[in-house]
């Protein structure tokens, strides 16, 4: 497996080795002592999996976990293909405001990792998108927050050869700039005191 450093700081793209043959494939998204020794610590305790299917144009995001209490995300594709976004939303990270495009299949099975405090956003590539989340935790519903996809001065690559469907919630988030200005977003100190 290797491991590549992200645009926005503390967050990680894991490439496995896929074993393939004439009965199908073998993969391991995520392995341990590649992560430990990328970040020098363990996988984050393990709160909630959960899977999205998305079909093709789908756009999610950009979610975040009100911090605290924060959460630990590390993401695949397992089925489909999406354009995977991590944005960096943590006031006084010193990549605020940068953001990086993956793209995360079912052929390769690249990971991400998310540290406590980014957003998080995807777009569907093809119909039966299916992405894995591993949590550091559980789902509640008025900790869960979003900003503005579509927001401009974020100009986030969404493909021009789709037209985006958004859920309510999405279509309602504020930009960037809204959310700061709201005190909404993280703060950097303290998801790294969280980290």
Do not use: W
Not at 111 to 122: E, K, M, R
Not at 161 to 167: E, K, M
């Amino acid at each position: 497996m290797r491991a590549r450093e992200l645009a926005v700081d503390g967050a990680f793209e894991f490439t496995p080795r896929v074993f393939g043959d004439d009965r199908g494939l073998f993969v391991s998204p995520f392995q341990e002592p590649v992560f430990a020794e990328t970040l020098g610590r363990p996988l984050f305790p393990v709160r909630q999996t959960s899977y999205s299917k998305s079909r093709r144009g789908t756009v999610r995001g950009i979610h975040y976990t009100a911090t605290p209490p924060g959460a630990h995300k590390y993401v695949c594709c397992v089925q489909g293909k999406a354009l995977d976004i991590v944005v960096d939303i943590r006031v006084g990270s010193p990549t605020f405001g940068r953001y990086e495009v993956l793209e995360l299949d079912a052929e390769n099975f690249r990971s991400a990792y998310f540290p406590v405090g980014v957003g998080h956003a995807f777009v569907a590539r093809t119909d039966d998108t299916m992405m894995s989340y591993t949590l550091s935790a559980s789902y509640v519903p008025e900790n869960e927050l979003a900003i503005a996809v579509l927001d401009p001065e974020l100009a986030l690559p969404i493909p021009d050869d789709l037209d985006p469907i958004l859920s309510e919630r999405d279509r309602a988030a504020p930009s960037l700039a809204e959310a700061k200005s709201a005190g909404l977003l993280p703060e950097y100190e303290c998801c790294t005191e969280i980290e």
